[in-house]
């Protein structure tokens, strides 16, 4: 016979199944999580990515009801380290890592990296997209794409793009560009995407593509100018601003990027779902999805844990692909 808390452990979990009530509801009531949770930021502290989780965590902490959520971050090796770290981790649903595009893009990069971004994590839900956007300093003399193209073809290799490091969006899209449009540029990695405005302002680069959620406040500071979208429509809050599949003319310059949670794999299921339905009723708060859309990460939550697993192998094979087409490499 099962002791009594067991008993009323499984009673407990039948009474819930019974009334229908959400799995978050039920994991309150049980011993998870019964100390903080650590999320794993893999961009410098500042940057847009960095200042959603915060905010997405705060809430997600109210959903949970009874632990802090701490945000860390882990910067370095474009995302790299930060998720080494978060796979090597107890898989016991108190250690997360922000998981993002730019982790399959590295692993394409680098198939010798220490963490598979499909194989060591359990993928909780994606939360947001955010497309790139083509940025100069806002007394730059390129008013367009195209003046940027001519001006890369008339002094090849003068020209650099900065990133936020090796294998991140904003080194996807710009050696994507320039492989579309026959150019050379020079890329100028940096070790987070808040050192990207910075670079542009004193010259040291002349373009880059950081996040929507990074650029947009630094666009509205008159610090940079918008000269285009990787989205694959024109951004609602930039009308006037073109996309690079209108300039150039081909879909294969969509590329958005895109941000989740993973846990460590082996995580157990009944946690996972729990997260997944806190994270989706703390995103149920407008002033949340405010903050999103306004820093151009609209929200994206996946249906299920095993439908975000899907999407992220598609999206495996297509940046694959962009990766050995650019021929990107460490």
Same mark, same amino acid.
């Given at each position: ?5 067991? %008993? +009323?452990?499984?009673? !407990?979990? !039948? ?87 730019? @982790? ?5 990069? +680098? ?11 359990? @993928? ?45 969006? $904003? @080194?996807?899209? &710009? ?6 449009? #026959?150019?050379?540029?020079? @890329? ?14 004193? &010259?040291?680069?002349? %373009? ?9 406040? +630094? ?8 000269? $285009? ?27 958005? $990027? ?19 339905? $806190?994270?989706? #009723? ?28 899907? %999407? ?19």
């Amino acid at each position: 016979m099962p002791n009594r808390r067991q %008993f +009323q452990r499984c009673a !407990l979990g !039948l009474a819930a199944a019974g009334l229908g009530l959400p799995v978050f509801v039920l994991a309150q009531r049980s011993d998870y999580p019964s100390r903080p949770i650590r999320i794993i930021v893999p961009y410098a502290a500042g940057g847009g990515p960095d200042v959603l989780t915060r905010k997405m965590a705060a809430k997600l902490a109210d959903v949970l009801g009874k632990s802090p959520i701490v945000v860390e971050n882990i910067v370095g090796a474009g995302g790299i380290l930060a998720a080494q770290s978060v796979a090597r981790m107890a898989p016991d649903g108190y250690s997360l890592l922000l998981g993002a595009s730019s @982790h399959l893009v590295q692993k394409a990069m +680098q198939p010798s990296v220490q963490f598979d971004p499909l194989k060591d994590f359990a @993928h909780v839900t994606r939360t947001a997209f955010s497309p790139s956007i083509l940025v100069v300093s806002a007394d730059s003399r390129y008013m367009t794409v195209e003046d940027i193209v001519t001006a890369a073809q008339k002094e090849p290799g003068k020209l650099n793009y900065a990133s936020g490091g090796i294998g991140s969006a $904003a @080194h996807l899209c &710009g050696a994507a560009m320039v492989l579309q449009a #026959k150019i050379d540029a020079v @890329h100028v990695p940096y070790k987070g995407s808040v050192e990207i405005v910075p670079s542009i302002i004193t &010259g040291a680069t002349q %373009f880059a593509f950081p996040i929507a959620s990074t650029a947009i406040p +630094q666009i509205r500071a008159g610090k940079v100018r918008a000269l $285009a979208v990787t989205s694959a429509q024109r951004m609602p809050g930039m009308p006037n601003v073109p996309t690079l599949v209108e300039v150039f003319k081909t879909p294969d310059l969509a590329l958005d $990027a895109w941000f989740g949670l993973w846990a460590p794999a082996g995580t157990p299921p009944q946690v996972v779902d729990a997260l997944f339905r $806190a994270v989706v #009723k703390a995103y149920d708060d407008p002033g949340l999805r405010a903050d999103s859309d306004a820093t151009g990460a609209p929200v994206a939550l996946s249906s299920s844990p095993a439908e975000f697993t899907k %999407f992220m192998e598609a999206e495996t094979v297509k940046l694959d692909r962009i990766v050995r087409a650019a021929r990107l490499s460490i």
